[in-house]
């Protein structure tokens, strides 16, 4: 089964994406890691990726598409695939059309603005072991610091408020459109998030395997 997730940023896209994975027995196919992998790998679209991220530029649709496709094109994918990341616009999706690459499943996860935000911004990570933590949801013994290794926890600038809004409104802008895009392909299915991680994924492994 080949399988898009959508969401927004911190709408735990990664989780239920590995959730899956083990499930289904197929691989998630994360944009980042895919696109590391083929920078360390030195492969054609890897050096050309690498050109732009040199020069400080964003990677072309085009080059992305390439290494989508290429690592499509494994063995691991012969079964089924989780994209995870991808695609993140209109274009994207009617180049992966165009790869003659046949979606089964689009699913989205739904979750307000306002959750993502408390979500996102009340995460703390340690500095020196990279540990999680959350000011409302994972505690620490002691405030502000690591339980695993007495580091100092701080908040990412990736999980500011103001960043995570700059992003959701980015996603809204140029992501949400492919949910009217893939149910007019009557592939859409609509999950909203839960409370708690496990009832989120319940109900997807529901729709996955209706």
């Keep these: 089964m080949n399988i898009i997730l959508l969401g ?10 590995e959730v899956i994975s083990d499930r289904l027995g197929i691989p998630t196919i994360s944009t980042g890691n ?25 990677v072309p649709d085009e080059v992305v598409i390439g290494i989508i496709k290429e ?7 012969q079964n ?13 999706a009617e180049a992966l059309d165009k790869m003659g690459i046949a979606i089964d499943k689009v699913i989205d996860i739904e979750v307000t603005d306002e959750a993502i ?16 933590y959350h000011m409302e949801y994972k505690l620490p013994q002691k405030d ?13 600038k990736d999980d500011h408020p103001d960043t ?15 949910k009217d895009y893939y149910e ?14 496990e009832h989120t994924t319940a109900l997807i492994l529901e729709t996955v395997e209706a």
């Design 8 to 17: 927004a940023p911190g709408a735990g896209k990664g989780t239920q994406a």
């Design 34 to 58: 895919i696109i590391r992998e083929a920078l360390k790998t030195g492969t054609e679209m890897g050096l050309k990726a690498k050109s732009y991220m040199e020069a400080g530029q964003l």
């Design 71 to 77: 690592r499509l094109a494994k063995d691991d994918c």
């Design 80 to 92: 089924g695939f989780i994209l995870d990341g991808f695609p993140r616009t209109i274009p994207q």
């Design 117 to 132: 935000v408390k979500r996102m911004s009340g995460r703390r990570v340690c500095e020196k072991c990279g540990a999680s």
């Design 144 to 156: 502000g610091v690591c339980d695993k290794c007495a580091g100092t926890l701080v908040q990412r």
């Design 164 to 178: 995570v809004k700059a992003r959701l409104e980015v996603y809204h802008k140029e992501t949400e459109p492919l």
């Design 184 to 197: 007019k392909q009557n592939k859409l299915s609509v999950v909203e998030g839960q409370d708690t991680v």
